[in-house]
């Protein structure tokens, strides 16, 4: 049987990639401790999701085991070595507000821990195809550069700009704001190319917008999507961190990044770097959001705007996937964002009302 070993693997793209691969006759080996409880407290714990992933999949097996522990992770990659077909390293401190509070943790997290995977993957399982999950982040604040238009409820480019459908892989990493949290990615990000391009492992970098999906934890500090929909189901302050609640992401279900993950894994490329997320399709600004999530519950949202915006934030950032696309030709979205948006309401409403 083939095995895929999948870090963060009862989060949101973890749990996913489990039950995605799991279906494909893949054996699921997942590395994760809940620490993203450590992170964000108790609407941060996956427990839930695993309990969930144990009922649903029998031969799923979890080591609960800290990714910066070398010695163990080791053990794991002798134990399966080259029965490991594929790699999905999703695991992180994925928060650039939370990077702040402990940057040596959010270091030794996100880039440390990546350069273990990769020796371990190059030392054990060589011919593995190893994804790594990165973010726009590495771009810094120079999305913020862009020249926007003010609309009622959303920042906006002109047609004719050459970003309008999206930031692409050329807009440089250099000269801006990162944000701790994006340099930690960023060392990452380079790490993974490097050891495609220069030691030939099979590498795909994917740098991500906003993954959402029913099976996140969302807390205030990371997954502003899922949290949204929480605070308004519960009836709870929702606080928007500056620019007026403008602010532009693109969405993208957590179903639709695992099989765009599947299509680099059937045909990889070595160090690869893709911008990956629910393009202008599935964009909104959060007041945007607000509107369309009052819509499906029929609940006013509780919301405050803050003058103050968070560091290195993004103005707007829109993904273009012309890339990816022109190399996976048959991959395309599954999702838009009023049936993200309704899957998670209901989802969120069942485990606030279990039958």
Same mark, same amino acid.
């Given at each position: 049987?083939k095995?895929?070993?999948?870090?963060?693997?009862?989060?949101?793209?973890?749990?996913?990639?489990?039950n995605?691969?799991?279906?494909?006759?893949?054996?699921?080996?997942?590395?994760?401790?809940?620490?993203?409880? =450590?992170?964000?407290?108790?609407?941060?714990?996956?427990?839930w999701?695993?309990?969930?992933?144990?009922?649903?999949?029998?031969?799923?097996?979890? =080591?609960? *085991?800290?990714?910066?522990n070398?010695?163990?992770?080791?053990?794991?990659?002798?134990?399966?070595?080259?029965?490991?077909?594929?790699? *999905? !390293?999703?695991?992180? $401190?994925?928060?650039?507000?939370?990077?702040?509070k402990?940057?040596?943790?959010?270091?030794?997290?996100?880039?440390?821990?990546?350069?273990y995977?990769?020796?371990?993957?190059?030392?054990? &399982?060589?011919?593995?195809?190893?994804?790594?999950?990165?973010?726009?982040?590495?771009?810094?604040?120079?999305?913020?550069?862009?020249?926007?238009s003010?609309?009622?409820?959303?920042? +906006?480019?002109?047609?004719?700009?050459? =970003?309008f459908?999206?930031?692409?892989? /050329?807009?440089?990493?250099?000269?801006?704001m !990162? &944000?701790l949290?994006g340099?930690?990615? /960023? &060392?990452?990000?380079?790490?993974?190319? +490097?050891?495609?391009?220069?030691?030939?492992?099979?590498? @795909?970098?994917?740098?991500?917008? /906003?993954?959402? %999906?029913?099976?996140?934890?969302?807390? #205030?500090l990371?997954?502003?999507?899922?949290?949204?929909?929480?605070?308004?189901?519960n009836?709870?302050?929702?606080?928007?961190?500056?620019?007026k @609640?403008? $602010?532009?992401?693109?969405?993208?279900?957590?179903?639709d990044?695992?099989?765009?993950?599947?299509?680099?894994?059937?045909?990889?490329?070595y160090g +690869?770097?893709y911008?990956? %997320? %629910?393009?202008?399709l599935?964009?909104?600004?959060?007041? #945007?959001?607000?509107?369309? *999530?009052e819509?499906?519950?029929? *609940?006013?949202?509780?919301?405050?705007? $803050?003058k103050k915006n968070?560091? %290195?934030?993004?103005?707007?950032?829109?993904?273009?996937?012309?890339?990816?696309?022109? !190399?996976?030709?048959?991959?395309?979205?599954?999702?838009?964002?009023?049936?993200?948006?309704?899957?998670?309401?209901e989802?969120l409403?069942?485990?606030?009302?279990?039958?």
């Amino acid at each position: 049987m083939k095995h895929v070993l999948i870090t963060g693997s009862n989060g949101l793209v973890g749990s996913e990639a489990v039950n995605f691969f799991s279906k494909k006759n893949y054996r699921a080996i997942g590395i994760d401790n809940n620490l993203r409880n =450590y992170f964000f407290g108790v609407q941060g714990d996956t427990r839930w999701k695993l309990a969930d992933l144990k009922k649903k999949n029998r031969k799923y097996i979890n =080591y609960s *085991i800290d990714i910066r522990n070398y010695k163990k992770i080791e053990n794991i990659f002798k134990k399966y070595s080259n029965k490991i077909k594929c790699v *999905i !390293h999703a695991a992180a $401190q994925p928060s650039h507000d939370w990077a702040y509070k402990e940057p040596v943790t959010d270091f030794s997290v996100n880039a440390l821990a990546t350069l273990y995977m990769l020796e371990l993957t190059k030392k054990f &399982s060589p011919k593995a195809v190893f994804i790594y999950l990165s973010t726009n982040k590495v771009y810094g604040d120079l999305p913020n550069y862009l020249k926007f238009s003010k609309k009622k409820k959303r920042f +906006e480019l002109k047609k004719k700009d050459k =970003y309008f459908n999206g930031i692409d892989e /050329c807009m440089s990493i250099d000269n801006s704001m !990162h &944000s701790l949290f994006g340099v930690s990615k /960023c &060392s990452a990000d380079l790490l993974v190319q +490097e050891y495609g391009k220069n030691l030939k492992l099979k590498t @795909g970098i994917f740098r991500a917008g /906003c993954i959402t %999906g029913p099976n996140h934890s969302g807390a #205030e500090l990371h997954g502003f999507l899922n949290y949204l929909i929480k605070c308004n189901l519960n009836k709870k302050l929702y606080k928007i961190f500056g620019y007026k @609640g403008k $602010q532009v992401r693109d969405n993208i279900h957590s179903f639709d990044l695992i099989n765009c993950f599947w299509s680099f894994i059937k045909k990889p490329r070595y160090g +690869e770097v893709y911008n990956i %997320g %629910g393009s202008r399709l599935n964009s909104c600004s959060v007041l #945007e959001l607000i509107s369309k *999530i009052e819509k499906f519950t029929k *609940i006013k949202m509780n919301f405050k705007i $803050q003058k103050k915006n968070r560091k %290195g934030d993004h103005k707007w950032y829109i993904s273009d996937v012309a890339k990816f696309k022109s !190399h996976y030709p048959k991959w395309k979205l599954k999702y838009n964002l009023d049936e993200i948006i309704i899957q998670t309401i209901e989802h969120l409403r069942d485990k606030m009302n279990p039958r």
